[in-house]
């Protein structure tokens, strides 16, 4: 049974449609908050980690709901419906608001809503993927949605690029037509996806092993339990060795060190460049562009590396790397556009770290207990994006903008010294017997 592309393109809009939010969310929101409000940047910070704080309770609690469900649309398609919608509505209310009153208390109190509108239905929209693909054809089926979701958030940077004019006082920029191509965008990817994929009916055939769209069959595959201890009442308990206890707190360590460090720069670096070097109009755009599309190229090279030398060696280069261009980010004292070399530079060694990390995170428990790894990775990532918009803004604020990427390199070479300590899950991974197996990272 072959691999759905089209099918599987179309389950991606969802993730791209997120996607091309969260890349608005994490860019001008911020801005927004800073110029029009006046908000300093330590309670700045606090409003924007609010997403990953409720993401913490939000993701797993509608990831379950949305397993339990059971409508004739199908488990996780409401879910889609109904956030977009209110997302749509009330990141339009938002913007409104934004662009015709200094209401601070209104407009934090729509953000929220809006992030709770979000937080409700990216478990789901994930969760699309696996329940409609069979198991031995979701790595080549990740890949492409990895790869919508980097669509979507370049479809939002270009939008940034050719729809935001700043004005000459930052506070009066008008994001009512970067608003309504987000919208559009969001809507129109949903009702694509909603039109062209029947969940209930593929699910249903998927199970059955009989695929009505592409017109092979196919069973399921099973995943082998393999556990260390049979406990009395039949279930399995994994026990790691002290060893590789200590490798994976080395590891999780290291996980929240990069992301301290990565989120810094791509939460801040809008008004970064507008407060050090005075650049307006969107100019931060061409560099997250960069380092995003730098980052989708170095996938397939990345992987094929990694078959080769290792993950260990490869997160630690990729580290490295992304700490020099940090040093040299900060050495700079005005815009050169020798930055943009840098943040290609980023994305790649950002790669690096994802191709290699949640599969060293997950390598050193069984496979009965994936869940249970991941979801200690998203932890250490999610408890990374909570602090450090806090912590990275109370310095911006109180010490100075130019502290941004000092704070960056510190943080990672950090992850450099904790990722030395990791000694297991380094196995080196077989090469992809399929291009698109080398975009299968964490989303």
Not at 189 to 218: H, N, Q, Y
Not at 351 to 360: F, L, Q
Request: charged share 15%.
């Amino acid at each position: 049974m072959k691999l759905n592309y089209k099918r599987t393109i179309l389950i991606g809009l969802a993730f791209m449609s997120i996607c091309a939010f969260w890349q608005f969310y994490d860019n001008e929101i911020p801005k927004i908050l800073t110029y029009h409000f006046g908000l300093g940047e330590t309670f700045t910070g606090v409003i924007m980690a609010l997403d990953n704080v409720l993401a913490l309770f939000l993701l797993p609690l509608f990831g379950a709901f949305s397993d339990k469900a059971d409508t004739k649309l199908g488990k996780r398609m409401p879910f889609i419906l109904v956030g977009t919608g209110l997302s749509v509505v009330l990141l339009f209310t938002l913007i409104t608001t934004a662009h015709s009153s200094t209401n601070l208390i209104a407009f934090i109190v729509i953000l929220f809503l809006l992030l709770i509108a979000m937080g409700t239905y990216r478990s789901p929209a994930v969760s699309l993927m696996p329940e409609l693909t069979p198991a031995k054809h979701r790595s080549k089926a990740n890949a492409i949605i990895n790869l919508m979701g980097t669509l979507g958030a370049v479809y939002t940077l270009v939008m940034i690029k050719v729809l935001l004019k700043s004005a000459e006082n930052e506070a009066d920029t008008n994001y009512i037509p970067l608003m309504i191509s987000l919208v559009v965008f969001m809507v129109l990817t949903v009702a694509i996806l909603f039109f062209t994929i029947p969940e209930k009916k593929l699910m249903t055939s998927v199970r059955e092993g009989v695929d009505d769209f592409d017109g092979e069959g196919g069973l399921i595959e099973k995943e082998l339990v393999n556990a260390d201890v049979l406990k009395s009442d039949g279930s399995v308990k994994e026990v790691l060795t002290k060893d590789v206890r200590r490798s994976m707190s080395f590891l999780l360590v290291s996980v929240f060190l990069w992301f301290t460090a990565y989120n810094a720069v791509t939460t801040a670096f809008s008004r970064y460049v507008t407060e050090v070097w005075n650049l307006r109009n969107g100019a931060y755009a061409d560099c997250l562009m960069i380092a995003t599309i730098a980052a989708v190229l170095a996938y397939i090279p990345i992987g094929n590396i990694s078959t080769k030398i290792g993950r260990k060696i490869t997160i630690l280069l990729g580290v490295g790397l992304m700490s020099l261009c940090y040093l040299a980010a900060a050495l700079m004292p005005t815009y050169n556009p020798a930055l943009n070399f840098y943040f290609a530079i980023i994305g790649i060694g950002w790669a690096a770290i994802n191709v290699n990390s949640y599969p060293m995170v997950v390598e050193m428990g069984r496979s009965s207990v994936i869940g249970k790894y991941t979801g200690l990775y998203y932890t250490f990532s999610m408890a990374a994006q909570v602090f450090t918009p806090i912590f990275s803004g109370f310095l911006l604020e109180h010490v100075s903008y130019r502290t941004l990427f000092p704070y960056a390199f510190v943080f990672s070479c950090l992850a450099l010294i904790t990722m030395s300590m990791v000694k297991h899950g380094d196995t080196k991974p077989l090469k992809k017997k399929h291009i698109l197996e080398n975009f299968d990272v964490d989303d």
